[in-house]
């Protein structure tokens, strides 16, 4: 598969400056899929000045493949290697390698060393997981290397690594190979610390304990037991808690023949290398403050974010379509901070270990956030879709969100992708009780009607880079990394995944996970008696909507096709009970949810709500289904019924019952201080706050927050919103002063801090100034209301 960057980068452009800065740094950055030809996606312009190959050369000669580029330059040992250090890294759970290799380059020399370090994303392009690449030349470190240890090897001497203690002992860190032909080491006088040396040593002592230099003759015993006369140089290297780590060269000294002269250019060559791995280590450095400057800045929204603000201002008068809009960039909007924020977790990209957020997450946004994404895909194949619930009880529960996308669209784009033109695909959601009354055992069987897999593939279709060798799936796109990072995701949360398929019969995925329940989210809701019809084909999906209808006390009673629906409703309506609402099914055989509302209207008068209800995006029908009253996603959960009858029937518009029960907070009378330097984020903040009816004021800087409290009574704020980066005096600043002022509120006022640094050491930082917590921007206004909630008194 070849791919054309432009067109597949479409999605994250990248500015000028930004690729004149990785430039400036001389680091080659670059982006590729996972799949097995690591398909080049992007990369800056030093990165093509590294290889020699400029990008229009590159693009044209390898298809901006890596695979065809190392196997035309002869390097077929190196590309193994790299394909080794990707399988090692997923099969351990790792987010990414490290590796030192060779990389072949234009012209005469053939090939550099260098380091590379890659982190595996969770941005998905066409069906593959993408990673990142920062590419370091090493070229003249390693060559300085070699050159030292050809040195080293040909000198009369030796050199170690070592600390030396306080009581005169020396703990050997590493040494050279030669060293056991140099000394005897069966004589325990060989070693450095002997009493001889001991005395010799203790004067230098003083200099030791501060790292500095050191140089002294000892006497040592060769393999033959004679006495060997070493010249040894010692310099700190390191520090290993209170203890200097040295690195010590000596020369032998016994027989004085232009040893000297060596002994120069061996310092010369030890100072060099020390340079270089000062110059490796600052690139390193630079790479992580470079991506920790840019926190802000690279937050910034996608394109579709865009268009659709640009949708809601054309469509102002629209409140449906607007509302539509505004949820579709809120799901835009998490989505893509959730990948911000992996990419931005320094810590976890070191460590190349995947952790889980254990956020409150409600179950129906998450599924109609994967139908969402999945709509395309379905459409462009006339595919059927569909997810089923049974036995709901609740919707709440704590678990990572994108996670648990990232799982759920791997193994549907696969179901699409491999179940023909008409083909269907059905999602089973199942609740379960567990032995532990705080989870619920949750099932998600996804089941497709495609072509199947091989019983002996079947064992290894979680392996890494594993694809079943078909004929009917060679032309078919895929790595191979899907199920086996889905595997991975799934064990983590403590949870089973299984396959069950058949050649020609199509394939089922179970996936069970352990879900703890949120309890403080409300599920009593009802609704006054309502008569109710459904309409839908499939037998099931009416069945648990009926039932969840009664649950709320509403009449319920279904029919399985449109020509049925308009004769129940034309009956209801001679006999004077009318239906309150109708809820009917978009795409049914025969006689579709559209042509069914036609003849109900045409057949009654009266102004029976009609809700088409469908797991396909009904943009495209919208504007022609006249008589229709509103619309409904797929699957149908309790609170999705709720607020529909609540706002087609009662007419209400009103908050829903579940949002007053837990989004709502009263702090009347409560003084609240906003501290915000930028104007845009300060009305916001107090947009959001100004429903709790609480009292806010508002400061621009630190230093006018902390005036502000000193002229204040005491316990006269009952919390501050602290912005940490400011003009004049920042929040750490401020918080740190006001705690120390001497009054009785000092200590006890809560502070939150506000910020857009997610880092783990911006948190330490901000508890260790004496804050209470932590919200990062944007605001979420839930969250914020709860951790407030928690903290005012």
């Not at 990673?131 to 170690?160: A, E, M, R």
């Not at 840019?294 to 201002?313: F, K, L, V, W, Y």
């Not at 006269?716 to 120390?740: F, H, N, S, W």
Request: aromatic share 8%.
């Amino acid at each position: 598969m070849e791919h054309d960057i432009n067109e597949t980068d479409k999605s994250l452009p990248l500015s000028d400056e930004y690729n004149n800065l990785m430039s400036t740094m001389k680091v080659s950055v670059s982006k590729h899929l996972l799949d097995e030809y690591f398909t080049t996606v992007w990369a800056n312009d030093y990165y093509y000045d590294l290889i020699g190959y400029p990008k229009d050369e590159y693009e044209e000669k390898f298809k901006n493949r890596p695979d065809i580029y190392y196997s035309k330059l002869g390097y077929l040992d190196e590309l193994a290697k790299l394909t080794a250090a990707v399988m090692e890294a997923i099969n351990n759970g790792r987010k990414g390698y490290s590796l030192i290799t060779r990389l072949p380059v234009k012209g005469k020399k053939g090939h550099i060393w260098v380091r590379m370090n890659a982190t595996f994303t969770d941005e998905i392009i066409s069906g593959k997981q993408v990673s990142y690449t920062v590419i370091t030349n090493i070229d003249d470190l390693v060559q300085t290397q070699k050159t030292q240890h050809i040195t080293t090897n040909n000198l009369p001497g030796l050199i170690f690594k070592g600390i030396i203690k306080n009581d005169n002992e020396l703990e050997l860190l590493d040494e050279q190979g030669k060293n056991k032909k140099i000394l005897n080491y069966k004589n325990e006088n060989y070693n450095i610390m002997s009493d001889y040396n001991r005395q010799i040593i203790r004067k230098y002592l003083a200099e030791v304990e501060v790292g500095k230099h050191i140089r002294f003759l000892a006497k040592l015993k060769n393999n033959k037991n004679e006495d060997t006369w070493m010249q040894i140089n010692g310099d700190c290297i390191d520090w290993i808690r209170q203890d200097p780590i040295y690195l010590f060269v000596c020369i032998d000294v016994t027989d004085l023949t232009d040893l000297r002269e060596m002994q120069v250019k061996l310092e010369k060559q030890s100072v060099e290398l020390k340079k270089a791995l000062n110059e490796a280590e600052n690139a390193n450095k630079a790479k992580s403050e470079f991506l920790s400057s840019m926190s802000h800045d690279i937050r910034t929204p996608m394109n579709a974010i865009m268009g659709m603000t640009e949708i809601a201002q054309m469509n102002i008068l629209n409140t449906d379509k607007v509302n539509d809009c505004l949820k579709k960039i809120s799901v835009s909007g998490q989505h893509l901070l959730g990948l911000i924020n992996d990419v931005l977790d320094m810590s976890k990209i070191e460590s190349g270990k995947m952790i889980l957020r254990n956020d409150s997450v409600s179950l129906p946004e998450a599924l109609e956030n994967i139908v969402s994404i999945l709509q395309p895909m379905v459409k462009s194949r006339k595919q059927s879709f569909s997810i089923r619930i049974h036995n709901l009880v609740h919707e709440d529960f704590y678990f990572d969100a994108l996670r648990l996308r990232q799982c759920f669209i791997n193994i549907l784009s696969n179901a699409t992708k491999f179940t023909p033109e008409k083909g269907s695909i059905t999602v089973d959601v199942e609740e379960e009780y567990s032995d532990d009354m705080d989870y619920s055992k949750l099932t998600f069987t996804f089941t497709d009607t495609g072509m199947g897999m091989k019983k002996e593939f079947l064992n290894n279709i979680f392996d890494s880079f594993t694809r079943e060798k078909d004929g009917r799936v060679d032309k078919t796109e895929g790595s191979g990394l899907g199920m086996a990072i889905t595997k991975k995701i799934v064990d983590i949360m403590d949870g089973t995944i299984e396959v069950k398929s058949k050649v020609g019969l199509g394939t089922t995925f179970i996936v069970t996970l352990p879900l703890k329940i949120d309890k403080n989210k409300v599920t009593d809701y009802t609704l006054p008696n309502t008569n109710v019809l459904v309409v839908d084909d499939d037998d099931i999906m009416c069945e648990y909507t009926v039932s969840n209808l009664k649950a709320l006390g509403a009449n319920a009673e279904w029919v399985d096709s449109g020509k049925d629906a308009v004769e129940k409703v034309i009956n209801a309506h001679d006999e004077k009970t009318d239906f309150d609402i109708v809820i009917l099914d978009w795409m049914m055989p025969d006689q579709d949810g559209i042509e069914t509302v036609k003849k109900i209207r045409a057949s009654i008068n009266g102004d029976i709500p009609i809700l088409i209800v469908s797991a396909y995006d009904w943009s495209e029908i919208e504007n022609e289904a006249e008589g229709v009253n509103g619309f409904l996603s797929k699957p149908l959960f309790r609170s999705t019924l709720y607020r529909a009858l609540n706002k087609y029937v009662l007419k209400t518009n009103d908050e829903d019952y579940l949002d007053k029960k837990t989004n709502y907070y009263d702090f009347k009378n409560k003084n609240i201080l906003l501290v915000e330097d930028n104007e845009l984020n300060r009305d916001i903040a107090v947009e959001l706050l100004s429903i709790t009816k609480a009292n806010i004021e508002c400061a621009s800087n630190g230093k006018e927050c902390v005036e502000m409290f000193k002229s204040s009574k005491e316990d006269y704020y009952a919390l501050m919103l602290m912005d940490i980066q400011m003009p004049v005096m920042d929040g750490y600043e401020a918080t740190k002063i006001i705690r120390k002022l001497k009054r009785n509120d000092s200590l006890t006022v809560p502070i939150l801090a506000m910020t857009a640094d997610v880092f783990s050491e911006d948190i330490h930082a901000a508890k260790a100034a004496g804050m209470n917590g932590h919200l990062s921007k944007p605001l979420n206004s839930s969250i914020m209301m709860k951790e407030i909630n928690k903290l005012i008194k």
